[in-house]
């Protein structure tokens, strides 16, 4: 208990899935939370649960305007900002590389790497203020090997720029005492994989060497470290949570 005592964090996607579990496990971990996400009164009941602890934010993580909103309701209710979780993301449509639609391409790229982007240039004036910051990034597996299975060519590069993106800032901003940090989840029992699969495993179970599925909780895990002050000499890197997929 108490390993983010004192800090102020921003997580988007928060609503459901692994967003929720990193909001539940920073509460429990003593972070004043602005959650945000575009199903609001999902989130609205989340925020209701978890008390006063929290902030819910409608928000379309897509939107830089919006972003600056959230920025300020976090100032105002908790002060400034020590982390940032970019989680919200999408799988997308599934479709071989001359069937995708250049809609379906940019709705993807647009949640996936575009707020990353606006999340962390919105967030990061509130951390150079209070003279350090902890980013995290979400990603995937998919950022790192394009070859697991479901996810489309915009799933893929959208993550793999995340990857980028997370290294470039962490160099840019290393000497103002901010980390950035990537987390590439491979199976994660979630809605979206759910939701995407139509089942809760199947033949995916065959591609992961612990033959599990994992719990939210055991990628929340990594987040919560990477946003503490244990992990103070930590940045530009990735973490791979993937049961060992991406070893063979």
């Avoid at 692994?18 to 959650?35: D, L």
């Avoid at 470039?168 to 491979?186: C, D, F, K, L, Q």
Wanted: negative net charge; charged residues 15%; aromatic residues 6%.
């Amino acid at each position: 208990m108490g390993r983010l005592s004192g800090k102020v964090a921003i997580i988007t996607g928060a609503a459901r899935g692994m967003g929720e579990s990193h909001a539940r496990t920073f509460v429990g971990e003593g972070a004043k939370v602005v959650m945000t996400d575009v199903r609001g009164d999902t989130g609205r009941a989340l925020q209701r649960e978890l008390g006063d602890a929290t902030i819910f934010v409608e928000h379309d993580a897509t939107d830089l305007a919006q972003w600056a909103t959230v920025v300020e309701k976090a100032e105002a209710a908790f002060g400034l900002v020590d982390v940032l979780v970019n989680n919200a993301g999408i799988l997308g449509a599934m479709a071989n590389t001359v069937d995708l639609t250049e809609k379906d391409y940019l709705a993807v790229c647009a949640v996936n790497q575009h707020s990353v982007f606006y999340g962390m240039h919105a967030v990061l004036p509130s951390m150079l203020k209070a003279g350090h910051g902890s980013i995290v990034n979400i990603s995937s597996i998919a950022g790192l090997a394009a070859n697991y299975g479901l996810p489309s060519l915009a799933y893929v590069a959208s993550k793999f720029a995340v990857r980028g993106m997370t290294k470039a800032t962490a160099i840019e901003y290393g000497s103002r005492n901010i980390r950035v940090n990537s987390v590439h989840p491979g199976f994660i029992q979630t809605p979206m994989m759910v939701e995407a699969t139509n089942e809760e495993g199947g033949d995916a179970l065959s591609l992961i060497p612990l033959g599990r599925i994992a719990d939210p909780q055991e990628v929340s895990n990594l987040v919560l470290f990477l946003a503490s002050d244990e992990a103070s000499y930590i940045t530009g890197a990735e973490h791979v949570v993937d049961a060992g997929m991406l070893a063979q």
